[in-house]
């Protein structure tokens, strides 16, 4: 699905702003007719931004059920004759839209898009009434998965508890921005652009979905907006003879402009994308960009902020940017579940490696932390056909959406799954399969430092391994000889059983910014500052290491739980983007040479 762009031939509309909002605890509102008549006692919300933290109260804070959001727009009379489109970059979980009293759709994915053709439905004179129905409520038939358990309380009401697989906030509402915009009747429906670089000269593959009737015509622009390559029909190869390479140094992009045309070579659509030439492979166990081997430095980030949840915002998403950036990051992965298509493109723009990763978190026995015996969840049924489906096609969509990004350079099937199970083999395998048909990027996996890499039976499948270590923390609390001895063993018994580059997907300790200790202890900036270079230098000691990603960007929030202090504080920075000092050690290593190929 493209991103919705204003074009020679494309309008558009942000509805961004403040709805009109109200719990719906009985779930009576589509049978009381507020689709069509509005929602009758609301209060203001902001769009995008979850719903949880805006208000003082603790009943919408913590409410499980539906929510119905509200607003109002005028549409363009000169719109009347384009195809006009009502999108949501991302509603969680659950959603029906209703235009004026008409159902135009519906959506279980909270963070992928969706889109309706709404011109049949928007009047040309009077406003236009869009009516949301949002549902938090998590099952084991989707991702992330989880179960709502209700109890009938003393006056006959009933309670909900969320039980919730993952260690984050169960954020909800509409998350990112919302648009209409309008294409031409006969317009281009979708573009795939795959890039090859050999160390002078790129070639830009494009494919292009429009009517059959229309030509396509594609001409690649230099940043001084001079025509470099031209191409026409559905699939073409532009090349550049004398190619920028796009890296996170260097992000240089060009702007691909497409033009649909009819026989008399009048232009009937027009859409662009910033186009990043590069090469990235895996091959004798390392990544390699344009050529060279590459090591990743980073973090496992989470959409989370203070007051707006996992809403989108620009001023946190830049600000994120800079003190990566500044701390000497090349890349970050979106755990656990796709981020806001701006993020990709700022990725794209300021330089960024990202491991896109889809909302497969948690496929295990276990909440959080993650510790203990792992109980059957492929083999029991737990998983089923139902939830396997969701995934398959959550991985298709991301893949869909993101692929023409160069920032994204592979996709992460899930995060910590029940991977010693023999029955995930044939799991994984057809995801494995369907993501080859689709794309020839990298592909990882990222394991729970409990699976054994000798019973795990899905690392064989992928071509990079992602590990969550946290010994000396979950393990040996506090311990960091011993924890930095079982991380050396735990990534020797995966060095010696696997062949593929393994990157350290998350290492990290909670840590109270302003709490000092000396000697160190758990909590206290200097554990989270020693852990981390104990671990660097273990990382160090191996050549299958190819990258290391920290745990986390910024404290962020989580459910209420005892092993948690208002959120997860594995943060290098504070919530609100301040640095705790473990910024200054990462930055010291990751701004200086490493060692060799590293
Ligand atoms: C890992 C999870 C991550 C958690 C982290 C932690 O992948 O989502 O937040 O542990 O416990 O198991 O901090």
Known sequence: MLYPRMTEKRQKKPLDGVWMFQLDPNGKGAEEGWPAQGIPSPIHMPVPSSFNDITTSEEIRDFLGDVWYETFTYVPSEWMTERIMLRFGAVAHHAKVWVNGHLVVESHNGFLPFEADVTPFVNEEKMNRIVVKVNNELSWDMLPPGEVMEEVIEDGEVKKTLHQQHDFFNYAGIHRSVFLYTTPQTFIHSLKVGTDFNGKSGRVAVESGSHPSAFVHYSLKNHQGEVIAEGKGTKTDLQVPEAEAWSPEHPYLYKLDVYLKDEEGATLDHYYLNVGIRKIEVKNQQLWLNGSPIYLKGFGKHEDAVLRGKGYDPVTN??????????????????????????????????????????????????????????????????????????????????????????????????????????????????????????????????????????????????????????????????????????????????????????????????????????????????QVQFLERYHDV???????????????ADFMTKQDTVRVDGNKKGVFTRDRQPKMAQYTLQKRWKSPLREGK
Not at 398 to 405: A, F, K
Not at 411 to 433: D, G, H, I
Not at 539 to 553: C, K, M, P, S
């Open 318 to 527: 830049l600000r994120d940017m800079y003190l990566m950036k500044e701390t000497g990051a090349n890349s970050f992965r979106t755990a656990h579940y796709p981020y806001a298509e701006e993020v990709l493109q700022s990725a794209d723009e300021l330089g960024f490696l990202v491991i896109d990763e889809t909302s497969a978190v948690g496929l295990l026995s276990q909440g959080v932390p993650a510790t203990g015996n792992l109980e059957p969840v492929f083999s029991n049924g737990k998983i089923s056909s139902r939830l396997k489906e969701y995934h398959l096609d959550t991985l298709q969509r991301l893949i869909e959406r993101d692929r023409n990004h160069p920032s994204v350079i592979m996709w992460s099937l899930s995060n910590e799954a029940s991977t010693m199970e023999p029955e995930a083999e044939f799991y994984y395998k057809t995801l494995v399969e369907v993501v080859r048909k689709l794309d020839d990027r990298p592909i990882m996996n990222v394991n729970l430092m409990l699976i054994e890499p000798e019973k795990c039976v899905v690392s064989k499948l992928v071509d990079i391994i992602g590990l969550n270590v946290y010994f000396g923390w979950y393990s040996t609390p506090g311990d960091l000889k011993a924890g930095t001895a079982d991380l050396r063993n735990y990534l020797d018994r995966w060095a010696k059983t696997h062949d593929q580059p393994i990157v350290i997907t998350e290492y990290g300790v909670d840590t109270v910014p302003g709490l000092h200790k000396v000697p160190s202890v758990m909590f206290s900036e200097e554990f």
């Open 539 to 553: 990382f160090d000691e191996f050549a299958e290491v190819i990258g290391e990603q920290v745990w986390n960007f």
